[in-house]
């Protein structure tokens, strides 16, 4: 092409021909100095040589310039003198690099393996030496004529160095490429084999296919050689095309074959280390002397090769490394499995399975005993949690997956298991409840308190596994039924770990969550206030209720409910609680109070059982009864019945209580529970106990824990009504219209951190709402709901139910015009200030 | 609970060496009376003297708070009665006359009876 091209001009180059002339002699010189510059001789090439052949190229180039404007006006005539002039001297450089590579060609071409690479390295390395010299000798070409043939598009014209290392690669490399990358493929090979190697020459020769990357088509490429900011696709062309292609496909051959040999005899923990070894070889051989380029395709491929196709061996292993502890290998196998694609998603779900069963099978260990223990319970959890936590932490890192297996095989076998099964009806709410009977026995007064930090570690542990329990509303109700009993019978070791946990808990589920618990708190302290003042009040006022008076005033609604007791008190007794009513309705406006007698205890001095004397702790019912022995050692049980205005089964209970504990006799055992009414009872005055304090309320208010539960459990429904209902009503204020699946969706997003609600119970409490004219179909749209009876955003006010009765009946009326309705709803909800 | 568990001290101590301050206050026992209490922890509860006891501005009981002081955690939510003895959440009732002067039960004209305290 190139050739014909020149041929086409001659005819219009007559005025040149001094100049063409002239190139012979100056070719002449020329030639000579590049026999100097290829053939090795560059020590001769003084800096005199160098110059002098820069001025020939320099002095031809100018006077055919200058002899063109002598002779010829016309610009274009001018122009075709220089084309014609440039592009001689540029075919015969050329002509000299080809002559010079295909003699080289002719004398390493029948070389092969490490002897044709070092060959070809040696004379790459000195032709592109030479070609840099030779590039500045011909500068002035370059920078005038080359110059202006590439910016008028001319794309078969090259700057002198790219020119020569594109006859390089089409008189050199095109021949000999297949060769020489089999012997680098080779060496490689041979270093992977375990054999030293020279990588000079590799790196060498790699980085000549880098340097052939010129792109003959591509103007823009056409300096890249020399400036190096060509983009790095187009440059790398040559060496994907000719070396990465051929080496990825041999690398995976290798490594395939080496990985089932390495498998007919090895461990699969061994293969492991063995990859782990390879992949860092390979990522250090690519640095080292492969292109940078390359290292994302060698890994894919090693991962291809070495992880992904052999992903159920990993697989198959995982479950026996789990059996047998092995954190180290785990941890190796997640290394190589988090590499290839959807690699882990096996090992999550086996993580899944296998921390469920090693759950299970923990507390398979302990039923019976963790039945009634609910430390064990808690610490054969927190045992199996914490084990598995550390692996996954520690081999897995923390990822999410393996995190999100461990947080779903927890909330399985936390929330059923054969300790709950065993619970038979209450199998849904028995981890809650051992759950908050640890935390009863972590926060009661006991011999062995633990250290402050101690104890905040364990309710950390305690917040561990309340993370997984799924009904929160039921553990709150134990929790509470607990913590009031702890407030009540004044047993909490530390308020401080009270409020502790009850952040907490607050931070996992909010503040509607602790509400209660923060206001029972709150009472305590109201009511430790109010004893001060009303002891105070009664000093002042001279009066002596000849008793150690403390009262707790608690808001009704708050606290769990408590048992009704009625009993006839002591006349003291009534006395003291009519003296603080009195107070108290001082204090206060409007209240009601409520003794609640079967929460009240005493202590009661006793100077009938000689010699010693004893103080014992008893409930309000114990005092009424013993008090009757202060008129008469013994009574018939039909007196004290009608003396204490008690019913017979609960008197039953107390006397009885009081004869396990030896203070009194019965002349008859009680029958189904219940004393006869001729029964004798009296005072056993033989009593005699080694303590002279002792605490006979617990032996009559001995909690049946199923009987507890029962009741936790009928309320539960009931108050998840409530809380559904509320929830309903403060979806609608926001959203004033909602889709009725929508609503559905909502409640449960927002309630899923306390239980999860059922369907069927939102829909049944919609209706509810529904009735009380809260909300209504709405008439426009049937399937969305409209907030009809309650708030306004400004005053917080509802629109009174008579209010909302007429707007229903304007509602029906204007059924007829249906597009009215939310115009008219509208307004009514904007009641004037 | 922050209440001490005063004779929790006296443990294996016998009676007569009992000395704290309060238990002197307190009459001892003697022959016509074996049993004598010392000292009684008592429990009640307080709700508003109502005869209903949900709120029929809100809804809500009256031992919560109105829905407007729940939104808000804020201070006090008392109850309010009337001359008509029908009762609501103050907030709700001081919400409700600026713009109807009766009460939303009865008709009646609100006047306030007295305010919980
Ligand atoms: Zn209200
Ligand atoms: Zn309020
Ligand atoms: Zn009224």
């Not at chain 1, 090895?266 to 250090?284: A, H, P």
């Not at chain 1, 909330?411 to 209450?426: D, G, P, W």
């Not at chain 1, 917080?796 to 509602?811: H, N, P, Q, R």
């Amino acid at each position: 092409m190139a050739a014909m091209n020149g041929l086409h001009r001659t005819s219009a180059a007559a005025g040149v021909l001094t100049a063409s002339r002239n190139l012979d002699d100056v070719w002449l010189k020329l030639s000579e100095g590049l026999n100097t510059v290829y053939n090795g001789q560059l020590a001769d090439m003084n800096k005199e040589r160098y110059m002098s052949l820069y001025t020939e190229v320099y002095n031809y180039c100018a006077c055919v310039n200058t002899s063109a404007d002598q002779h010829h006006e016309h610009r274009s005539m001018q122009s075709h003198g220089a084309d014609l002039v440039g592009m001689e001297m540029y075919r015969k450089l050329e002509n000299y690099i080809r002559n010079h590579v295909v003699a080289k060609k002719e004398a390493m071409g029948s070389f092969r393996g490490e002897e044709l690479l070092i060959r070809y390295h040696e004379e790459w390395v000195n032709f592109r030496f030479s070609s840099q010299v030779m590039n500045g000798i011909f500068q002035y070409l370059n920078r005038h004529w080359i110059k202006r043939e590439l910016d008028e598009g001319n794309n078969e014209i090259y700057v002198t160095f790219t020119l020569a290392l594109m006859v390089w690669r089409q008189s050199l490399f095109m021949q000999l490429k297949d060769y020489v990358t089999d012997a680098l493929l080779d060496l490689i090979q041979r270093e992977r084999d375990g054999i030293k190697i020279s990588t000079t020459i590799i790196k060498g020769v790699i980085e000549s296919y880098v340097d052939l990357g010129i792109d003959e088509y591509e103007p823009s490429a056409q300096n890249t050689a020399i400036t190096g900011n060509a983009n790095s696709r187009d440059k790398l062309r040559v060496y994907k095309e000719h070396f990465e292609d051929r080496f990825i496909k041999k690398t995976e051959e290798y490594y395939s074959a080496e990985a089932s040999n390495f498998l007919q005899n090895g461990s699969v923990v061994e293969y492991m280390k063995k990859v782990e070894k390879r992949l860092d070889e390979e990522q250090n051989r690519c640095g080292n002397y492969i292109n940078e380029a390359t290292q994302i395709p060698l890994a894919k491929a090693l991962e291809k090769v070495l992880i992904q196709s052999r992903l159920e061996l990993f697989q198959n292993e995982f479950g026996g490394l789990l059996e047998q502890h092995k954190d180290e290998d785990l941890a190796r196998m997640y290394k190589l499995c988090e590499r290839v694609d959807r690699g882990l998603d096996e090992l999550r779900i086996a993580l899944e399975r296998h921390i469920a069963k090693e759950g299970h099978a923990e507390i398979d260990k302990v039923t019976e005993q963790a039945f009634n223990d609910p430390k064990l319970y808690v610490s054969t959890i927190l045992y199996v949690h914490q084990r598995y936590s550390k692996l996954v932490g520690e081999a897995f890192v923390n990822e999410p997956g393996f995190l999100q297996s461990l947080d779903k095989a927890a909330t399985n076998f936390i929330n059923k298991n054969s300790v709950t099964l065993k619970a038979e009806k209450h199998a849904a709410s028995k981890s809650s409840e051992l759950l908050a009977r640890h935390c009863d026995g972590l926060l009661r007064k006991s011999a062995k308190l633990p250290e402050e930090e101690e104890l905040e570690k364990m309710l950390d542990d305690v917040m561990i596994v309340f993370k997984y329990i799924e009904d929160k509303d039921v553990f709150s109700k134990h929790y509470t039924k607990m913590f009031s009993k702890r407030l009540i019978y004044d047993q909490s070791a530390s308020e401080d770990a009270e409020v502790s946990l009850i952040n907490k808990l607050k931070q996992n589920c909010g503040f509607e969550y602790t509400s209660k618990l923060t206001k029972m708190i709150t009472d305590m302290q109201l009511s430790k206030d109010l004893c001060g003042k009303f002891r105070s009040h009664c000093s002042d006022t001279g009066k002596d209720l000849g008793v150690d008076l403390n009262i707790l005033v608690l808001t009704s609604g708050t606290w769990p409910t408590m048992p009704p007791l009625q009993v006839q008190l002591p006349e003291k007794l009534n006395g003291c609680l009519e003296e603080f009513k009195a107070f108290y309705n001082q204090k206060h406006n409007g209240r009601k109070l409520n003794w609640i007698l079967s929460q009240s205890r005493g202590e009661v001095a006793a100077n009938c059982f000689k010699p010693k004397k004893y103080l014992f702790t008893l409930t309000t019912a114990q005092i009424a009864l013993v008090d009757q022995f202060n008129r008469s050692e013994e009574f018939e049980f039909s007196a004290l019945l009608s003396s204490l205005g008690m019913d017979k089964a609960t008197l039953s209970q107390v006397v009885n209580s009081l004869v396990k504990g030896l203070l009194l006799k019965h002349s008859t055992e009680a029958e189904n529970g219940e004393y006869a009414n001729d029964t004798t009872i009296s005072l056993n005055k033989a009593y005699t106990n080694k303590k002279v304090k002792v605490d006979l309320s617990k032996m009559a208010m001995r909690v049946d824990v199923s009987k507890e539960a029962d009741s936790v459990q009928k309320n539960v429904d009931e108050d998840r009504k409530a809380v559904i209902n509320a929830c309903i009503v403060r979806v609608l204020k926001m959203r004033r219209r909602i889709v009725h699946n929508d609503l559905i969706a909502e409640v449960i997003q927002q309630l899923s951190s306390r239980f999860k609600p059922k369907v069927d119970m939102i829909k049944r409490c919609i209706g509810q709402l529904m009735e009380k004219e809260y909300m209504k179909r709405d008439a426009n749209q049937r399937v969305s709901y409209f907030v009809l009876h309650l708030l306004n955003e400004q005053t917080g006010v509802s629109i009174s139910s008579y209010f909302s009765k007429l707007l229903l009946l304007i509602a029906k009326f204007i059924r007829f015009c249906p597009y009215q309705t939310h115009f008219i709803f509208n307004c009514v909800n904007l009641p004037n200030e | 609970m922050s209440r001490e568990y005063e004779s929790s001290k006296h443990e294996d101590v016998a009676m007569g060496d009992e000395s704290t301050s309060r238990s002197e206050n307190c009459p001892q026992p003697n022959a016509n009376r074996p049993f004598t209490l010392k000292k009684w922890n008592a429990a009640a509860t307080w709700c508003w003297d109502v005869d209903c006891d949900t709120c029929a501005i809100c809804r809500v009981h009256l031992m919560e708070e109105c829905l407007r002081c729940q939104a808000e955690t804020s201070s006090e939510c008392v109850c309010v009665w009337g001359e008509c003895n029908h009762s609501f959440h103050n907030c709700c009732m001081a919400a409700w006359i600026k713009m109807n002067p009766r009460c939303p039960l009865c008709q009646q004209e609100w006047v306030v009876q007295r305010i919980g305290k």
